[in-house]
């Protein structure tokens, strides 16, 4: 069964890079048909889609957080990562990574089936 | 980007209460829309996918409905486990989106 498991620091100074990392196991992450997210959810608030890989390299980012977001994946050690640089305080949140599939036939796609498999969440807080 | 606009925001309804729930998105998005349930401190679970496909091993009383930009999902008899708070998603296209979340408590 597949699972995942979210790792890094829990603190992060203001101005510096928060780095996570989704650990995958029971399953390979270079799937053709998977794609492989990050969320996140501020204290008391609502969700916020952060970006999303494919194994092949393919990224899609949140134009709200996209110059200082880097999200890629490591078929290697089958892990996929996250990267926010120049965080604030605003960047504190819970961080969740997340697997969705894409369905496709005869060349087209059509429609993904949601995200189906989440890791447990990682808390991260900024501040000095 | 796609505006999703949930309602209620909340709604207190008691056990056994048909519960409805619906998003509404700023331009179509066929029916690529998904609906999650999160409890506290806990991570989203997966209901409803392609606006109305039921998510393997979800109850039989939630359902998904709707297509363009008009969606609902529907609780048909309310059970304890049941209360949480509930989104959508679509991902129609990128920036995937998220409606703003509606909470379901005890009347």
């Known amino acids: 069964q597949l699972q995942l498991q979210e790792s890094g620091p829990g603190l992060v100074k203001p101005s510096e890079t928060l780095s996570l990392t989704c650990i995958v196991s029971?399953?390979?992450?270079?799937?053709?048909?998977?794609?492989w997210v990050w969320i996140r959810q501020p204290p008391g608030k609502g969700l916020e889609w952060i970006g999303t890989?494919?194994?092949?390299?393919?990224?899609y980012y949140n134009p709200s957080l996209k110059s200082r977001i880097t999200v890629s994946a490591d078929t290697s050690k089958n892990q996929f990562s996250l990267k926010v640089s120049s965080v604030t305080a605003a960047d504190t949140a819970v961080y969740y990574c997340?697997?969705?599939?894409?369905?496709?036939?005869?060349?087209?796609?059509?429609?993904?089936?949601?995200?189906?498999?989440w890791g447990q969440g990682t808390t991260v807080t900024v501040s000095s | 980007a796609i505006q999703m606009t949930q309602s209620p925001s909340s709604l207190s309804a008691s056990l056994g209460d048909r519960v409805t729930i619906t998003c509404r998105a700023s331009?179509?998005?066929?029916?690529?829309l998904s609906w999650y349930q999160q409890k506290p401190g806990k991570a989203p679970k997966l209901l409803i996918y392609?606006?109305?496909s039921l998510q393997s091993g979800v109850p039989s009383r939630f359902s998904g409905s709707g297509s363009g930009t008009d969606f609902t999902l529907t609780i048909s008899s309310l059970q304890p486990e049941d209360f949480a708070t509930y989104y959508c998603?679509?991902?129609?296209?990128?920036?995937?989106?998220f409606g703003q979340g509606t909470k379901v408590d005890i009347k």
């Open positions: 890989v494919h194994y092949s390299g393919i990224t």
């Open positions: 997340a697997r969705t599939e894409l369905y496709c036939s005869g060349g087209s796609c059509y429609y993904y089936y949601g995200m189906d498999v």
């Open positions: 029971g399953g390979s992450i270079s799937s053709k048909s998977y794609y």
């Open positions: 392609a606006a109305s």
């Open positions: 998603l679509q991902d129609y296209n990128y920036p995937w989106t």
């Open positions: 331009q179509g998005i066929r029916n690529d």
